[in-house]
């Protein structure tokens, strides 16, 4: 595998991971898994993927989802565009596998590669002893076009008898 096209291939497994979770936290009360460990989140996710390869990068970087975002609803994220998901590296240390970037999906379910990380803290992110009160609603509000994307892989899965879980109920 050359480097452009693992880098391709990376981007699209974090893109794929990136809208995993999300319509994994969809059907759980709009709220994200919260998991002990990295293998087992993906466990958590493994319904809602065509192909169990995309868990790591082809050049062999694992990825890993933001520890600040586990159990956490969707309505507390108040930028999801800039709110990092999923990245690659080791534990909270991002790696740059892809000639000095690295890739990243975030809370709005896009991914890109990046020279900079912009850390694992969603920005404006409440802090423990904040009296303001949580966003009230339904969580995020998606684009016409991921909703589109996100519902048509929704009856995919429901049409092969749908993930374990209140998907299809």
């Not at 002893?129 to 998606?142: A, I, N, V, Y």
Request: with cysteine.
């Amino acid at each position: 595998v050359d480097g452009v096209s693992a880098s391709d291939a990376c981007l699209g497994n974090l893109k794929q991971l990136t809208l995993a979770l999300l319509m994994y936290a969809e059907d759980y009360d709009e709220t994200f898994p919260y998991t002990q460990g990295n293998a087992r989140k993906w466990d958590v996710i493994e319904p809602y993927v065509k192909n169990t390869e995309i868990f790591q990068c082809p050049l062999g970087t694992k990825y890993w989802m933001n520890p600040h975002l586990l159990g956490l609803r969707l309505a507390a994220l108040r930028y999801p565009a800039e709110t990092v998901l999923v990245y690659e590296g080791e534990g909270t240390e991002p790696a740059f596998p892809h000639v000095g970037r690295t890739a990243i999906g975030f809370a709005d379910g896009h991914a890109r590669l990046s020279q900079r990380f912009p850390g694992l803290t969603p920005p404006d992110y409440p802090s423990p002893s904040s009296s303001e009160p949580q966003s009230s609603g339904r969580g995020l509000k998606f684009s016409p076009q991921l909703r589109e994307q996100l519902d048509r892989w929704k009856r995919e899965y429901e049409a092969r008898g749908g993930p374990p879980g209140r998907m299809g109920q």
